[in-house]
C-alpha cells in the first residue's frame, strides 16, 4: 500500500479473451477505487473501462488487459491492451452514435473522458495497442479514506 493517499498507483488485470472479462473488469475496477477512497468516480469510470474493454475483447482474438492508474492531485487513467496493433476506428461524434448498432463504445469514451488516445505497442516480440483515456473530472479530486465495512445495526 502506498505510503500517503497522494502518491500514485497503478494496478494491471490480464484477461482472456472472454466476454466475462467485461464483468470481472469492470468490478475489480470498482474494487481498486472503493479501496483507494475514490467512490465518486466510479459510476463514470466503469462506463469507460466496460467500452475499452468490451472492445478489446469483441473486437480482437488474443489475450486483453485493463490498466489503471492514479496520479494526483486528480487523474486517472483507465486503458485496455489488446492483441491487435490495428489503430481503432476513429469514434462518431456521440450525438450521431445513438443511432447506430454498433461503433458507439468510443463515441462514449470520447464524450465521457477528458482526453483519450492510443499507441502500437511491441514487446518480447508481441504486437498490439493500447487505448486510454482520463475521465472528465469537474475539480481535482483527493482520495478520502475508505469506509470500513460495518454490520447493519439492529434494535
Known sequence: MPQSENEPWEYSLHIPNDLRAVTISRRTLRLILTMHGLIGLVDVAELLATELVANAVTHTQGPAALRVR??????????????DPEPPEPPTLFEQAGELE????????????????????????NRGK???????????VAPQPPTPLTAPQTR
Open 130 to 140: 493500447f487505448i486510454w483515456c482520463e475521465p472528465a473530472l469537474t475539480r481535482p
Open 70 to 83: 492514479w496520479a494526483p492531485p486528480g487523474t486517472l487513467r483507465i486503458g485496455a491492451w489488446d492483441a
Open 102 to 125: 454498433t461503433g458507439r463504445g468510443l463515441a462514449m469514451v470520447r464524450a465521457c473522458a477528458d482526453v483519450w488516445g492510443w499507441h502500437p505497442l511491441s514487446r518480447h516480440g
